[in-house]
């Protein structure tokens, strides 16, 4: 259990996080989600005792983690992949790790194997591909056996293969009962992974809530429908008290559930080609819940595809 | 490739009481310091050079002893003459060394792990620069009396030789091996106060070799006050093995550690003020 009260971090005049106050359970993946430079790191390195905050605390089940007596063996972090020696081997790296919490050799073998760096264990890690430092740094996450993981922007930059990789381990790590946390600007990783969402954003709380509710609190989910009797239709749909519109060569339903669009078609003899509701994308209700807290807007284009194009952007 | 759950063995803390510390981290950063190949590459050429050096001088005032005025003979140090490649060369060496103990992990970012699996950060710092200046005294020491070796039995042929029971010859040796060790760790100090190899670096070759020769453009009579004073600037001055120092402006052997050690001590306190002191 993390919990953070009033947590604030000031940067001469700017504020990185502001009176940020909020709880993270075992037993989930919480994602902690924000656009780039809305203060998810500084947060994260506040916890680990890394950053001292301006104002407010943060504790490790009731207590501040410098004080923790073997930290390793409570919190397992990985901040940075590439933030190892590279002329050190994968093996030396870890067992310099475990030493200092009086963690056995035999458990640097262990997780080598959990991530399956076993092969490359004597190898220096500067050979390393990004995906292969991955899963070195989460090995050396995962030396102390801890409760609570934290992972920042785990996927950054990962292939399709080694982002399912980390979002099945992450879920089996939250299935055995531990505390999760996942930091991501990615909204669409978040939908596959995480139960809870914290959203900061200008390093503020945006939103502490389910994945459901996050969803739920975007404006706008309508059934779309297909078919050549659209008049009849939207007369029907306006009588029953849902709202219409045109969505390109379809017809958007909104305030009525697909079951009853299906029912009011049926009932006035309307043929339906199509009929489908509109997934609103985390992504959606993330822009529209941090339009305003974006540091630097960039132009947005015609077809709104920011998730890919924020990926591409960081190549 | 399966996300294998991690249900082995939770390593046990022993006793509840318990905590990580000192031990653990010692081990830790020997670990760090011995898996590293720059470590070794450094540390011979730490060797290698300060051998050729005394080779090179040694040899060659032997070759030329024959030629030599009776007042050259008389000035020469054989001591001196042999150990100061040691004490020139290493510091370059050591200073490189020392600074990288820390900096290389400011600019890997892997001082961020280190500091989160021990969060006290004065042990982190501490276990460091020991484990350091034993790496560095188990090489200077030895090395200082190899280059003597060295370069006295290269002499052998001008009969002028120093051996380790004549006055002073073993309090130079000593000094030297105990200069380069503090070399090393000012530079460490130096490179937990910078944060960057390249500045630090540059801080220490500026403080060691650049301020000895600024301070030339005094007054000779500030200099002569001055230049004792300086970190480095009385090195090669205070291995001599003719009584008191060559430079009478200088303090005795021991006093220039004590003076290089004074600093030394400041730089390492300052970093272990700032280490605790800033984000990491």
Redesign the interface.
């Known amino acids: 259990m993390i919990e953070a009260r009033s947590l604030t971090k000031r940067y001469g005049q700017t504020a990185a996080v502001s009176n940020l106050s909020f709880t993270i359970r075992p037993g989930m993946v919480t994602g902690f989600l924000g656009p780039n430079g809305a203060g998810k790191t500084t947060t994260m ?1 506040m916890i ?5 905050p301006t104002a407010g605390s943060v504790t490790i089940g009731g207590v501040p ?2 004080r ?6 409570e ?1 397992g ?1 990985l ?2 992949a ?8 994968a093996r ?1 790296t870890l ?3 475990a ?6 050799r035999r ?1 640097v073998d ?2 080598l ?2 991530v ?1 760096l076993t092969d490359v264990a004597g190898k220096r890690s500067k050979g390393f591909s990004l995906g292969m430092s991955q899963r070195l740094g989460i090995a ?1 996450a ?1 030396l ?2 801890p409760q609570i993981l934290m992972f920042d922007e785990p996927v950054n930059g990962l292939d399709p293969e080694g982002i399912v ?1 980390i979002r ?2 992450m ?3 939250a299935a ?1 009962g531990r505390t999760v946390l996942v930091s991501s600007h990615l909204m669409s990783e978040m939908e596959n992974t995480a139960d809870h969402l914290i959203v900061i954003g200008r390093g503020h709380l945006i939103a502490d809530c389910s994945m459901a509710e996050f969803i739920a609190r975007s404006s706008g989910q309508a059934v779309l429908v297909r078919t050549p009797q659209r008049d009849i239709l939207a007369t029907a749909v306006a009588a029953a008290g849902g709202t219409v519109s045109n969505s390109g060569d379809e017809l958007a339903v909104r305030g009525l559930t697909e079951d009853q669009v299906a029912e009011l078609a049926f009932a006035n003899g309307v043929r339906v080609h199509h009929l489908a509701p509109t997934k609103v994308s985390l992504e959606q209700a993330f822009m529209e819940l941090t339009a305003d807290s974006v540091d630097y807007h960039a132009e947005l284009p015609a077809s709104r595809e920011p998730a890919q194009q924020s990926t591409e952007a960081r190549r | ?8 063995v ?2 046990q ?2 006793t509840a009481h ?3 510390g000192l031990p ?2 010692l ?3 020997l ?2 310091i011995i ?4 470590t070794y590459w450094a540390l011979a050429l730490l060797v290698l050079a300060s051998v050729v050096w005394s080779i090179a001088f040694c040899a060659g005032t032997a070759a030329h002893w024959a030629h030599m005025s009776a007042q050259s003979r008389a000035g020469f140090d054989p001591t001196q003459s042999s150990v100061i490649g040691l004490v020139l060369l290493g510091q370059l060496v050591i200073a490189v060394l020392g600074a990288l103990t820390i900096t ?2 400011y600019s ?3 001082i ?9 950060r004065g042990v982190v710092y501490g276990a460091k620069a020991a484990v350091f200046a034993a790496v560095a005294v188990a090489v200077a020491f030895p090395a200082s009396f190899l280059v003597w070796f060295v370069g006295q039995r290269l002499l052998a042929s001008t009969h002028a030789e120093a051996t380790l029971g004549q006055p002073n010859v073993l309090r130079a040796v000593l000094a030297s091996a105990i200069f380069v060790v503090l070399c090393g760790l000012f530079s460490y100090g130096l490179g937990a106060v910078l944060r960057s190899t390249a500045g630090t670096i540059t801080t220490a070759y500026g403080f060691m070799f650049l301020l000895p020769q600024l301070a030339r453009a005094l007054p000779t009579s500030w200099y002569n006050d001055a230049i004792r004073w300086l970190p480095g600037g009385q090195f090669d001055g205070a291995i001599s093995t003719s009584g008191p120092p060559v430079s009478s402006h200088l303090f005795s052997t021991w006093g220039e550690i004590a003076v290089f050690a004074g600093y030394t001590a400041v730089v390492l306190i300052a970093g272990a003020v700032l280490l605790r002191r800033r ?2």
Request: proline fraction near 3%.
């Open positions: 390195r680990l005792g890394l950053d001292y983690y410098a923790l007596a073997y930290p390793m063996r919190v972090a901040l940075e590439r933030a190892v020696h590279g002329g050190r081997t030396s067992l310099s790790l030493q200092t919490n009086d963690i056995s458990r262990e997780v194997g959990i399956g050396a995962l102390g056996d990789w099945t381990f879920r089996s790590l055995e | 490739m399966t996300a294998v759950t991690t249900q082995e939770r390593p803390a022993g318990r905590r990580a653990g981290t081990r830790s950063e670990t760090k898996s590293v190949r720059s290389a992990e890997t970012q892997a961020r792990t280190s500091l989160t699996v021990m969060p006290r984000d990491a």
